[in-house]
């Protein structure tokens, strides 16, 4: 994603809820990649569908520009989880 002041908006299409995210918070998030791909890497937190995912990049203007509510990134928790086997 380029470095801009725009803003990345995430769709999830089969619960019509959309999110707003800052690209330099995805970034550090997803990595460095076009907003095409992060479709690809995002999932609904409502449904847990990848399928109906839709992402874009875009400057908000004039009300817009004050009314967007962004979701920011607090904290990267790192997990570690332990997988047994039966022998």
Not at 16 to 28: C, F, G, I, Q, S
Not at 42 to 53: A, F, H, I, L, T
Not at 61 to 86: P, S
Request: charged fraction near 35%; glycine fraction near 6%.
């Amino acid at each position: 994603m380029p470095t801009t002041r725009g803003v990345a908006g995430i769709r999830c299409a089969r619960c019509n809820v959309t999110r707003y995210y800052k690209p330099a918070e995805l970034r550090e998030v997803i990595g460095n990649v076009t907003i095409d791909e992060v479709r690809e890497k995002v999932r609904c937190q409502k449904c847990g569908s990848r399928e109906w995912m839709g992402a874009e990049l875009f400057h908000p203007t004039g009300e817009q520009a004050h009314t967007i509510r962004y979701r920011r990134l607090v904290q990267i928790r790192w997990e570690k989880r332990v997988i047994w086997r039966d022998e």
